[in-house]
């Protein structure tokens, strides 16, 4: 190892690998514009203001009656208010009509209340009696079966803060506004540098102790689902100045260098070189409390997060969904990333565990007597059908010695 590098064994919980890798990392987020209808997962660059009031007229939430809510107290069915019907509002149009007392218009889902009515009565709460007359059978409130203006959305209210990650209901949210387009922060570019000896392309039948490449593929996928764009280099083999002249291209041309190396001994320490050997201040942490995916190095190089990830593909995605998807969502100025969707689920099984590291076991969710159940995936790190059949992952604490069959577990989905 070079320079003062922390020790393989002198490792961190990965919160504390984060949260150092956190406190270093000082992101320049870069603002692009973007039309609304196709922001979704994008983070907002700025705070998004309404330009007005939502709704801007007073709405009915019923198909009815406007009234003036003062005509219809003390109605009921056996001594009903008895109201003049003026017409009716048309949907879509302004109303011409204006209440006097004792008076009512028609009233349609979504369409504009009569002028100097508050409130609407359902039409199933009346009864005609000629062309001209209804019966109000039960009395409303002021605002009852009415939405008001700006009840929505004020105008100056801060719709979407800065640092926001676009879902579909915002997008319908923006567009009611008027508000077409938005400023999003620039997606960060993440490399992603696949090293390994016995590594071939997937189109290439592997020779006797050689394997197809499937993490540059598996990791750059999971790029693309935090909202970092991947751009991968070819296969470099295991040497020093090879690696380190990828590695070095590769970080100047993008914002994040994810090494995904072997796990040997060896192959961990040649990462650990390279990425110290990058710039300052190099490896941060080497090592984590974490089965699967201890062999991970997390590192900064002149203001850039570096990672090294374990070549096992069940370790690369733990760690990435531990560690790098949460760096890439800093560098687009979220500091919270949305989170994964989670349910409770009965463990089937014991799982075994370690005190003092945390464990993280793939599960697949079924459903027994109408009971959602976890079934523990049991495999090697380097298995990656582990992973295919699995529905989520399952954290065992540090603080514990393993999971019992019969516990309530949380499961974070994929």
Sequence with gaps: MTRDMPGFFNVLAPDDALKVIRERLDPTVEKEPMATHEALGRVTAEDVRSPEDLPSFPRSTMDGFSVRSADTFGASEGLPAYLELRGEIPMGAASQIDLSPGQAAKAYTGGMLAGGADAVVMVEHTQPVDANTIEVLRPV????????????????????????????????????????????????????????????????????????????????????????????????????????????????????????????????????????????????????????????????????????????????????????????????????????????????????????????????????DDVLCADPVFGKSNLIYTLVRADGVVKVPLDKGGLYAGEVVTVRLY
């Design 141 to 368: 409130a002021p605002g009852e079966n009415v939405v008001q203006v700006g009840e929505d959305i004020l105008n100056g209210d801060v719709v979407l803060p800065s640092g926001h990650v676009v879902r579909p209901q915002d997008i319908g949210g923006l567009l009611a506004l008027g508000i077409t387009g938005v400023r999003v922060a620039r997606r960060p570019r993440v490399a992603i540098v696949s090293t390994g000896d016995e590594l071939v392309p997937p189109d290439t039948a592997p020779g006797p102790g050689q394997i197809r490449d499937i993490n540059s593929y598996t990791v750059s996928a999971l790029v693309s689902g935090a909202g970092g764009i991947p751009v991968s280099t070819p296969l470099v083999k295991d040497d020093l100045e090879a690696q380190r002249e990828t590695a070095a291209r590769a970080l100047a041309a993008n914002d994040m260098l994810l090494f995904s190396a072997g796990s040997s001994m060896s192959n961990r320490d040649l990462t650990a070189s390279v990425i110290d050997g990058l710039g300052s201040p190099g490896v941060l942490v080497h090592g984590i409390s974490l089965r699967p995916g201890k062999p991970t190095i997390v590192g900064l190089v002149d203001g850039k997060p570096a990672f090294g990830l374990p070549g096992n593909p069940v370790s690369a995605m733990v760690v990435f969904d531990l560690l790098v998807r949460p760096t890439i969502y800093l560098l687009a100025g979220c500091p919270v990333p949305p989170e994964p969707p989670r349910v409770q689920a009965e463990l089937l099984r014991d799982i075994a565990s370690q005190a003092g590291r945390e464990d993280y076991v793939q599960v697949k969710v079924v459903s027994r």
